[in-house]
């Protein structure tokens, strides 16, 4: 039952890509070309509420459903890892039309062959795991 | 009640969808977790077994059930709005948008989610379904094991808490995206 939130605020997450044509290939395709505002009012508007409440939580210390402190783990700043594995999630992005939220929400708005782009996803996942110390992090 | 289901139909403009969004990685962050939906990617691998010859995938990954039934809620979001909040799918695109599209062969731009042309079954045989679909997967999940998070994890959550690197992997993000959506997409949509 602990688990049963997380499937809400999924399914929740889910029905707002959907219908805001998040998950449309479309609509990635007109936000690379500028085409439309609505992928950045998205974004845009997603992330000044996020920073606002953020900093709301962290002046007031305001805890977790558990009374623990909300940390958003820091990432540690170097160039290589960001710059170039932003790249190449980029290529895949405006490639698939996807980032891997959307894959999720495709496969539950019918679209099967969006399977095969999952696991192409996966397999590209485990190579990262397999040569992750021979690449500039 | 049935007049609030013909409102939910309608497209959602960005300024619901941005606000609900944050809701959703607040939520995350009251429930003790992060919002980054790419950690799945890794999780699964870890739970087929990926841990037993990559030390990357050796992690207890029960640690992060919750993150895989969020992904769960996520499909299922897709069936819900499918089954009882479509409106019938068309995409309303910009004119310019549109008529490029169907200059590079897209028939009937913005019927539905994605391109039929692409997007099908019958198309993974083709040189663009081939590196679109499959290409495309395989570097969504490298490139975001790599710059360790994606839309979720650095444009959303990391900018939110004014983070340097989230910064940089979104400059990212968009020089990979410009670059394919101007020099690769043209050729590969006419062929």
Known sequence: MKFFRYLLVGILFGIVLSKAEIISWYRIYEM???????????????????VIFVQIIKRLNIKTVEGKNIIIAPKQFSVPRYLFGGILFGFGWAMTGACPGPLF????????????????????????????????? | MTELIEILRQPWPWYV??????????????????????????????????GKNCEYFDFDWKSQLWNL?????????GVISSYHLSDGGQIELSNETASELREMGIQYPGAGFVPAEIFSWESLLTLKGFVMLVIGGF?????????????????????????PASLLA?????IGGLLVTYFVLPGLLST
């Open chain 2, 139 to 163: 570097l969504v999940g490298f490139g975001t094991r790599y710059a360790g998070g994606c839309t979720s994890g650095h444009a959303i959550s990391g900018l939110s808490d004014l983070q």
């Open chain 1, 32 to 50: 690379f070309r500028f085409q439309s505002f609505h992928m950045y009012g998205v974004i845009g508007s997603a992330v000044v509420i996020g």
């Open chain 1, 105 to 137: 929400t495709l496969v539950g708005n019918g679209i099967s062959v969006i399977l095969v782009t999952i696991l192409a996803a996966l397999f590209g996942t485990y190579v990262y795991g397999l040569i992750k110390s021979k690449l500039p992090h």
């Open chain 2, 170 to 174: 979104v400059i990212g993000f968009f």
């Open chain 2, 17 to 50: 969808a941005g606000p609900m969004i944050a809701l959703v990685m607040l939520s995350l962050l009251f429930f003790g977790n992060s919002f980054g939906i790419s950690s799945n990617l890794r999780t699964i691998c870890s739970v087929l077994g990926g």
């Open chain 2, 69 to 77: 039934v969020f992904a769960a809620g996520l499909i299922i979001g």
